[in-house]
């Protein structure tokens, strides 16, 4: 088993900046604790099967917050893009403010990326913008469920507030700013569930399509880039049956949101009246 990354070495932490460590060295840390844990890649490997089943058709998938360069591991089309400069990365842009043409992107993706966001509207608001009509969000995010919030409370340095508004009417962030990894891994859970007619109504133009808790055993066992991974190679197979099994236990016990939004057409202009 990978042990732990520990508090206080700046070169191990894959989730957030420790001591000294910059935003690039925990993508760096990532990498690595990727590159060493297959029951985490499989994790993926199939959040990104779910992610490709949702997409609209056409040549542009734009990945936001792809720095790591996981994705393009299982989709080599993506264009990635990501604040933070690294080798993976085609295009450096803010998810919010992308280089980007009105209505000239198929898909837009994101792993791990909108609870980071402290303007999550602004996300919104910018994939309504470059998203052609037809054109797809799909996000997959953390989800908060009792089971996980417990273990995120007590394993997990990303911060759960469930009593924040993610949809505020003034221009506060939704949570204290610190740098690219500052977060509240409760924003896509109230976003999508809580707050759902808040959203629908503020972004008439994003249509949701899907919502699908996912990960009850698989994601936890694995120990996502911060923890152990609690499981040996050779055990994989029992794991997913036990995710299998205890799928329909997902809003008690899911870990992971696959959350899919698709641009509709803009509504035609309303025809002068007839004298």
Not at 143 to 169: C, G, K, T, W
Not at 225 to 246: C, D, H, K, N, Y
Not at 250 to 256: D, I, K, N, S
Request: charged letters at 20%; proline letters at 12%.
């Amino acid at each position: 088993m990978q042990a732990p990354p520990r508090r206080g070495d700046a070169t191990r932490s894959a989730t957030v900046p420790v001591g000294d460590q910059t935003p690039a060295d925990v993508i760096a840390a990532r990498g690595a604790a990727w590159a060493a844990r297959p029951l985490l890649r499989e994790v993926y490997r199939r959040a990104l099967t779910a992610i490709e089943r949702e997409l609209a058709p056409g040549p542009r998938t734009v990945e936001i917050g792809g720095g790591s360069g996981m994705a393009r591991e299982f989709l080599p089309q993506l264009l990635v893009t990501d604040i933070v400069a690294t080798p993976h990365v085609d295009v450096v842009a803010d998810a919010t403010r992308l280089p980007f043409a009105a209505s000239s992107v198929d898909n837009l993706i994101g792993i791990d990326c909108l609870h980071h966001l402290p303007h999550p509207s602004t996300l919104f608001a910018e994939a309504t913008r470059v998203l052609r009509p037809g054109g797809r969000l799909v996000l997959i995010e953390p989800y908060i469920s009792p089971v996980s919030r417990l273990a995120f409370a007590l394993a997990h340095p990303e911060p759960v507030d469930l009593a924040a508004d993610p949809l505020p009417d003034d221009d506060r962030p939704v949570f204290a700013t610190g740098g690219p990894f500052a977060a509240n891994q409760a924003i896509p859970t109230l976003l999508f569930f809580r707050h759902r007619a808040r959203l629908a109504a503020r972004f008439p133009a994003l249509a949701l399509r899907t919502t699908r808790r996912m990960s009850t055993i698989a994601y936890p066992l694995s120990g996502g880039f911060s923890q152990p991974t609690w499981v040996p190679a050779w055990a994989a197979g029992a794991v997913w049956a036990l995710e299998r099994l205890t799928s329909p236990l997902a809003p008690l016990m899911a870990f992971r949101l696959l959350v899919t939004l698709e641009r509709t057409a803009a509504p035609e202009p309303p025809r002068a009246a007839r004298p």
